[in-house]
C-alpha cells in the first residue's frame, strides 16, 4: 500500500509540474508582463528596472525555476489589474467557494446515490423511468440555466404571487418561500474564515446556488449508481446471496450497495473537481463572492497571474482529493489491504 | 452485432487490404441494418431528429424565415423595446415572443441565435474530432513515448473539466490579440475563432482515447500487418483501412459533443466571454435577457433559455440513442 | 429408499423465456422424484436445461424465464407458486444451493465469517455469539484449517478449492433437507474435484441431506449419485440407478453419451461420437427431439414426442421400448447397444 501511495504521489507531482508549466506558458504567450503592469507614462528606464526587479532578464529556464518556487511558498505574484498578492485575494474568497462547492457534493451524493439504488432495483418501474428521464433533461440543461429558472421560480415569481388560501382554512403565502438569490447573506468570521454556514440567512442563501452546482452531478451519480446496482445485481454472489435466503433490505443495500461504491468514490472524487470548476458558473449567475467569479473577471481582463493561480489551485485540489480517493479504496476494498502472498494454498 | 455472423477472413485470404467495403455498400447496409431498425421503433428518437433537423433547418434558412433581421442595428426602434409576447396584454403580432431591451424581435433573435449557436458548435466539433483523431491514430500506431507523451497530456487535460480549459484558452487568446495588434480582426470574427479555438481544443480528449484504443486493436490485425509488409506507406494504412473502422464510435462521440460543445458556447457567451451582444447567439441572448429577470421581462431570457435548452436536448437523445443502437453490450 | 414420500418431486415443469418471436420452452415437461438423502446426478450437455431446472427448484430462475406450468413439491409442500418472500425463507434453510465458480460465489467485501453468519442469523435466532462459534464449527466440519483465524478473513484470501469448501458450509450452514449443487466442481483443478466431492457427499450423508448433483461429468456422477437423470434439449431422456444407465444405458442418446467418456482399462479403438449437435431452443424437431442425431430412429420418432417409458429400473423416452413397438425389450436393447443400425428402422424414414 505504501509504494502505491508514493507512486500515486509522484504522479500527482507530475501533474502539478505540468500545470506549472502551462500556468507558466500562458505568460510568455501573452508577451510582455511589464506592459500589463506599468501604465503608458511609465519611462522606458523605469520599466528595464521593473524588468531586472521581476528577473524577466534572466533565461526561461530560471524564470520558471523561480515561478515554481514561489508557487510552492504561496507566491503567485501581483495582481496585473488589482495590483495586489493574488495568494490574497485567492485566499478571501476561497471558503465561499468551498462551502457552495462541499454543500452541493453533499446534496448530489445525499439524493443521487438513494435515486441511483431505487432505479437500479426498479429498472422498469414508473417512478425509475421518470426519474432517468428527468435526468437527462438534467444533463441537457447547461448550469446558468437551470440557475436562471430556480432564480425565476423562487424569487421573481413568489415574491409577486398572490396568497392562495387553500379552503377556510389557511393561506400559502409564497413569498414566505421566496429564497435569496444574490450573495451570501448573512456570514461570520472564524479567523480568516469567512462562514456562511452559521446563520439562517446564510444557509437560505446556499439553497438555490447548491441545486443549480449540484444538479449535473446529482444526475451523473444516480445513472453511475443504477448502472453499477444493475451490474453487481447481475453477479455471482448476489445469487448466491439469494440462494442463502437472505432478505432482500440485506441483499440489496448490504451486498450490493457497497460493492457500487467503488466506483461512486471516483467518480465524486473527479466531479469535486469538477464542482469547483462549474463554481464559475454558479457563482457568476447568483453573484456568489468566490474564486470562480474572481477567475472570470480575470480572464476577461487577461489577468494573467490571477488566471495562473487559480489553475495551480484547482490542480492542487484535484490532486489532493484523488489521494484521498485511493486511500478510501483501502477503507472499502478489503482486497487492497492485504498483500497479494498471503493467499493460502490448495485445499 | 458482434457475433458469428460477421465473415471472418479464411486463414490464407491475409492479404486482402483492397477489399475493404465501399461507401456505397456501406449507406445500404445502414439502411439495412438494426441501427435503422432501432430507430424506427423509438418514437423519442424520432422526435429528437425532427426537432434536431427543425433547428438545422432554421439555421441553414434563418435568413428567410425569420420575420425581422436582429443583427442589422439600423431597423431596430428602441421604441419597440421590451414588448411582451403576442398573446399577453401589451403584445404586438409582429413580434410573436415579444422583444428584447433593444427592440429586437426575440422569435428572429432566436433563430439568429441557433444559427450562431450551432455554426460554432459544428466548427469546434469538427475541429476537435480533426485533432483528436489526428492524435488518436499517431498515439496508437506510433506507440512508444509519443503514445506515452500524448496520453499523459489527455489525462491531465481530461482532469479538469471542460468548461475551464475552455475559459483559459479563452483568456489567453484573447489577451494575445490584445497585445498583439498587428493581427487586425473585427469584435465579431475574433469572437468566433476564440470560441471556436477554446471549445475545439478542450474537447479533443475522448476522440484521441477512442481513436488509439480502436487503432491498438486494428494494427496488430492482419490485414493492417500485411499492408505493412507488402510497403504501403503508413499514414495510408492509417487513412484507408483504420480510420473507417473508428468512424462508428467517433460519430457517436461527435454527437454527444455537438450538445456539449452548444452548451459550452451558450455558457461561455453568458459568462461574457463569447459572441458580443451585436449579433447574439442563444447564449448572448440568454445574458441579456437574464438582467431584466427580476423587472418582470422574463421572455427575453426564458425563450431563448427554452430555445437552447430543446436543442440541446434533442442532440443529446439522438446521441444516447445512437450509442446503445451502435453498441448494444451497452443494452 | 422409499418411493412413497418423497423429499421433493417435480411434475411436469415447464421452463419458458418470452422472446421477441414467441416464448422458448427451455425446460420441457420434465417430471422425477429425489428422495430423502439421496444423491440425484443430473447430466446432459450446456443448454439441456438441466441448470434451469436447479435454478426453477430454488426458486431463482432469471427474468424474463419463468415457470409455465407444472408442480414443484417439497416435503409435501408445493413451492413453485410461493411468493418471493415466503421461497426465500426456504432457500438456505430447506434447499440449500451451490453454484458453479467458488471465486465468484462469495462477496469479496466481507470476511467469510460475516457471510456465514448472516445467513445463520438469517434463519435462526441464535445470538451472534453462537452463529459465529457455529461459523467456526462449520468451517472445522469443511476442513479448513485455523478456522478461528480463516473467519475473519476474506475470500480472496482463500484458495478456489477452500473456496468451495466454504461455499458448501454456506450451503449447508442450517441443515437444509436438499442442496441443488450446479457443476460444484466444474471450475477447479482437476486434482481439488474428487477432494470437494467426497467432502460434499459424506456432510450429506451425515446430516442426511438429498442432493441434487448438477454436472455434465459422467466420471462425478458415476462416484456420487444413486440416481442419475439424463437430459437432452430440456428433456429428460432417460432417468434410472446410476449404475444401470451407465452399464446399461437403454436411450440412444444415453448410450452415445457413455461411449464418448474415455475410461481407463477400456482398450476402445477410439471414443464415440454422436453425429451432429443438440438442436438449438428455437430449432427442436417435433415428436423426439433426438431424431435428427438418432441411428434407430423411425417414423413414429418425428410424429409423436415420446412418453417416459419404465423399462427395468429405469424411465426411457424413446419408443423403441413401446409396448406397441415389434421389438422384445431384449432386441430393443441389443439394438441399441450395436453400433449398426438396427432392422426396426430400415423399414421406415
Same mark, same amino acid.
Given at each position: ?13 507530475f501533474?502539478?509540474?505540468v500545470?506549472?508549466l502551462v ?14 503592469m ?8 523605469e520599466?528595464?528596472?521593473?524588468r531586472?526587479?521581476?528577473g ?5 529556464y ?7 518556487? /514561489? ?19 485567492l485566499?478571501?474568497?476561497?471558503p ?5 462547492s ?16 431505487y432505479?437500479?432495483? /426498479?429498472?422498469?418501474g ?9 435526468s437527462?433533461i438534467?444533463?441537457?440543461?447547461p448550469?446558468f ?6 432564480i ?8 409577486n404571487?398572490?396568497p ?5 382554512l389557511?393561506?400559502?403565502?409564497p ?15 472564524i ?23 449540484g444538479l ?7 445513472r453511475l449508481?443504477r ?20 432478505a432482500?433490505r ?9 460493492n ?15 464542482i469547483?470548476?462549474f ?9 456568489w463572492p468566490?474564486m ?13 497571474p490571477?488566471?495562473?493561480a ?11 482529493i ?12 478489503p482486497r487492497?489491504?492485504v498483500d ?8 | 452485432?458482434a ?14 487490404p ?24 423509438s ?5 429528437a431528429?425532427?426537432?434536431?433537423l ?10 428567410w424565415?425569420?420575420?425581422h ?19 399577453m396584454a ?8 415579444g ?7 426575440l422569435?428572429?433573435a ?12 459544428f ?14 491514430l ?5 506507440g ?11 489525462e ?6 471542460a ?6 484558452i479563452?483568456?489567453?487568446?484573447i ?22 479555438l ?17 487503432t491498438?486493436?486494428e ?10 509488409v ?17 468512424m462508428?464510435?467517433?460519430l ?11 452548451i459550452t ?14 449579433e ?9 435577457g /437574464?438582467d431584466?429577470l427580476?423587472?418582470?421581462?422574463w421572455?427575453v ?21 445512437l ?9 | ?21 414467441g ?15 439421496e444423491v ?5 450437455e450446456?443448454?439441456a ?26 416435503e ?13 425463507r ?8 451451490i453454484?458453479?465458480d ?25 445470538t ?7 461459523a ?15 473467519i475473519d ?10 473456496r468451495?469448501?466454504v ?26 474435484q ?12 451425515e446430516?442426511?441431506?438429498a442432493?441434487m448433483?448438477?454436472?455434465h ?5 458415476a ?5 442419475v437423470?439424463?437430459m ?7 432417468i434410472?440407478?446410476?449404475?444401470e444407465?451407465?452399464?446399461?444405458a437403454?436411450h ?6 457413455m ?6 482399462g477400456?482398450d ?27 441411428l434407430h430412429?423411425?417414423?413414429r ?7 417416459a ?10 419408443w ?6 415389434a421389438?422384445?425389450?431384449d432386441?430393443?436393447k ?16
Amino acid at each position: 500500500m505504501v509504494a502505491f501511495i508514493i507512486r500515486r504521489f509522484i504522479q500527482s507531482l507530475f501533474v502539478m509540474f505540468v500545470v506549472a508549466l502551462v500556468s507558466f506558458a500562458m505568460f510568455q504567450f501573452i508577451g510582455d508582463p511589464v506592459n500589463q503592469m506599468v501604465g503608458i507614462e511609465t519611462s522606458l528606464a523605469e520599466r528595464a528596472a521593473l524588468r531586472e526587479r521581476l528577473g524577466l532578464n534572466d533565461p526561461i529556464y530560471v524564470q520558471f525555476w523561480h515561478y515554481i518556487v /514561489n508557487a510552492v511558498s504561496g507566491d503567485f505574484g501581483l495582481s496585473y489589474q488589482h495590483k495586489r498578492p493574488v495568494a490574497d485575494m485567492l485566499l478571501e474568497r476561497l471558503p465561499a467557494t468551498l462551502e457552495l462547492s462541499l454543500v452541493s457534493a453533499l446534496f448530489s451524493l445525499i439524493v443521487g446515490i438513494p435515486m441511483g439504488v431505487y432505479t437500479g432495483l /426498479n429498472r422498469d418501474g414508473f417512478l425509475a423511468k421518470l426519474f432517468l428521464t428527468i435526468s437527462l433533461i438534467g444533463i441537457s440543461l447547461p448550469t446558468f440555466l437551470i440557475g436562471i429558472l430556480l432564480i425565476f421560480v423562487f424569487s421573481v415569481m413568489m415574491a409577486n404571487a398572490p396568497p392562495i388560501p387553500v379552503f377556510d382554512l389557511f393561506t400559502i403565502y409564497p413569498s414566505a418561500l421566496q429564497l435569496p438569490s444574490f450573495g451570501r447573506g448573512t456570514t461570520v468570521d472564524i479567523g480568516s474564515w469567512r462562514t456562511g454556514l452559521l446563520t439562517t440567512d446564510g444557509l437560505k442563501a446556499l439553497i438555490m446556488p447548491s441545486i443549480t452546482l449540484g444538479l449535473f452531478q446529482l444526475t451523473l451519480i444516480m445513472r453511475l449508481v443504477r448502472s453499477e446496482m444493475l451490474e453487481v445485481l447481475r453477479t455471482d454472489y448476489i445469487k448466491f446471496a439469494r440462494a442463502r435466503g437472505l432478505a432482500n433490505r440485506a441483499i440489496n443495500f448490504g451486498h450490493a450497495l457497497k460493492n457500487t461504491l467503488v466506483p461512486v468514490i471516483t467518480i465524486t472524487g473527479l466531479q469535486v473537481g469538477s464542482i469547483i470548476a462549474f463554481a464559475i458558473i454558479t457563482e457568476t449567475v447568483f453573484q456568489w463572492p468566490g474564486m470562480g467569479q474572481m477567475f472570470l473577471l480575470a480572464v476577461q481582463n487577461v489577468d494573467i497571474p490571477i488566471m495562473a493561480a487559480y489553475l495551480m489551485l484547482i490542480a492542487f485540489f484535484f490532486v489532493v482529493i484523488n489521494l484521498i480517493v485511493d486511500m478510501l479504496y483501502y477503507v472499502v476494498d478489503p482486497r487492497l489491504r492485504v498483500d497479494a502472498g498471503k493467499v493460502s494454498g490448495h485445499g | 452485432m458482434a457475433d458469428a455472423r460477421m465473415p471472418t477472413p479464411a486463414p490464407g485470404s491475409v492479404a486482402v487490404p483492397t477489399a475493404r467495403p465501399g461507401l456505397a455498400d456501406g449507406v445500404h447496409r445502414f439502411f439495412d441494418s438494426d441501427v435503422w431498425f432501432s430507430f424506427k421503433r423509438s418514437p423519442i428518437t424520432i422526435g429528437a431528429a425532427a426537432v434536431t433537423l427543425l433547428y438545422f433547418v432554421m439555421a441553414v434558412f434563418g435568413p428567410w424565415i425569420a420575420p425581422h433581421d436582429p443583427f442589422d442595428l439600423a431597423k431596430l426602434d428602441l421604441l419597440d423595446s421590451l414588448i411582451p409576447p403576442a398573446w399577453m396584454a401589451d403584445g404586438e403580432a409582429r413580434f410573436p415572443l415579444g422583444t428584447d431591451d433593444q427592440g429586437r424581435d426575440l422569435l428572429s433573435a432566436i433563430i439568429y441565435g441557433s444559427r450562431v449557436s450551432l455554426v460554432i458548435g459544428f466548427a469546434s466539433v469538427l475541429l476537435s474530432m480533426v485533432i483528436g483523431i489526428g492524435l488518436g491514430l499517431i498515439s496508437g500506431f506510433v506507440g512508444g513515448a509519443i503514445d506515452a507523451f500524448i496520453m499523459r497530456m489527455a489525462e491531465i487535460q481530461l482532469s479538469f473539466p471542460a468548461i475551464l480549459v475552455a475559459l483559459l484558452i479563452n483568456g489567453v487568446i484573447i489577451g494575445y490579440f490584445k497585445t498583439h495588434p498587428e493581427w487586425q480582426v473585427d469584435q465579431v470574427t475574433l469572437a468566433y475563432v476564440v470560441l471556436v479555438l477554446s471549445i475545439g481544443l478542450s474537447n479533443w480528449v475522448q476522440y484521441a482515447r477512442t481513436v488509439r484504443g480502436s487503432t491498438l486493436v486494428e494494427r496488430n490485425k492482419e490485414y493492417v500487418q500485411a499492408a505493412h509488409v507488402i510497403g504501403i506507406h503508413p499514414a495510408m494504412i492509417m487513412w484507408r483501412h483504420i480510420l473507417p473502422n473508428v468512424m462508428g464510435p467517433v460519430l457517436v462521440i461527435a454527437t454527444i459533443q455537438l450538445a456539449l460543445a452548444v452548451i459550452t458556447e451558450a455558457t461561455l457567451s453568458f459568462l461574457g466571454v463569447g459572441v458580443p451582444p451585436t449579433e447574439p447567439s442563444l447564449g448572448t441572448l440568454i445574458r441579456v435577457g /437574464n438582467d431584466y429577470l427580476f423587472s418582470g421581462e422574463w421572455w427575453v431570457t426564458i425563450f431563448p433559455g427554452a430555445a437552447l435548452a430543446i436543442l440541446v436536448l434533442a442532440v443529446n437523445l439522438l446521441g444516447d440513442w445512437l450509442r446503445d443502437a451502435l453498441n448494444p453490450k451497452l443494452r | 429408499m422409499t418411493m412413497a414420500s418423497p423429499l421433493l418431486q417435480v411434475r411436469n415443469l415447464v421452463v419458458e423465456f418470452p422472446t421477441r418471436r414467441g416464448a422458448l420452452t427451455a425446460v420441457d415437461d420434465v417430471s422425477f422424484d429425489i428422495a430423502e438423502g439421496e444423491v440425484l446426478g443430473v447430466v446432459g450437455e450446456s443448454g439441456a436445461g438441466k441448470s434451469l431446472t436447479g435454478a426453477a427448484i430454488i426458486g431463482l430462475l432469471e427474468p424474463p424465464g419463468r415457470v409455465a406450468s407444472g408442480e414443484i413439491i417439497l416435503e409435501g409442500r408445493r413451492i413453485d407458486t410461493l411468493s418471493y418472500e415466503q421461497m426465500r425463507r426456504i432457500r438456505g434453510k430447506q434447499i440449500g444451493a451451490i453454484f458453479q465458480d467458488p471465486l465468484t460465489s462469495l462477496n469479496p467485501l466481507y470476511s467469510v465469517g460475516r457471510q456465514l453468519t448472516e445467513t445463520i442469523l438469517t434463519h435462526t435466532d441464535m445470538t451472534p455469539t453462537k452463529a459465529r462459534d457455529r461459523a467456526i464449527e462449520l468451517l472445522t466440519e469443511v476442513g479448513i484449517p485455523a478456522p478461528e483465524r480463516r473467519i475473519d478473513q476474506y475470500p480472496h484470501q482463500f484458495s478456489g478449492g477452500m473456496r468451495q469448501r466454504v461455499v458448501i458450509a454456506l450451503a449447508l450452514c442450517v441443515n437444509p433437507r436438499l442442496v441443488v449443487a450446479d457443476e460444484p466442481t466444474t471450475a477447479l483443478d482437476v486434482s481439488i474435484q474428487a477432494q470437494i466431492i467426497a467432502l460434499l457427499k459424506k456432510l450429506c450423508r451425515e446430516h442426511g441431506t438429498a442432493i441434487m448433483l448438477v454436472t455434465h461429468d459422467m466420471g462425478v456422477i458415476a462416484e456420487t449419485a444413486d440416481r442419475v437423470a439424463v437430459m437432452y434439449a430440456g428433456r429428460i431422456a432417460e432417468i434410472g440407478p446410476v449404475r444401470e444407465v451407465i452399464k446399461n444405458a437403454k436411450h440412444p442418446y444415453t448410450h452415445g453419451l457413455m461411449g464418448s467418456i474415455p475410461a481407463v482399462g477400456h482398450d476402445a479403438e477410439r471414443l464415440e461420437q454422436i453425429p451432429g449437435s443438440m438442436p438449438r431452443l428455437t430449432d427442436i424437431p417435433t415428436g423426439c427431439a433426438f431424431n435428427r442425431r438418432c441411428l434407430h430412429v423411425h417414423e413414429r420418432c418425428f410424429k409423436d414426442r415420446p412418453d417416459a417409458l419404465p423399462v427395468e429400473d429405469s424411465r426411457v423416452a424413446c419408443w423403441l421400448y413401446d409396448s406397441a413397438n415389434a421389438m422384445s425389450l431384449d432386441e430393443a436393447k441389443r439394438a441399441v447397444a450395436s453400433k449398426e443400425t438396427g432392422s426396426v428402422e430400415q423399414a421406415n424414414v
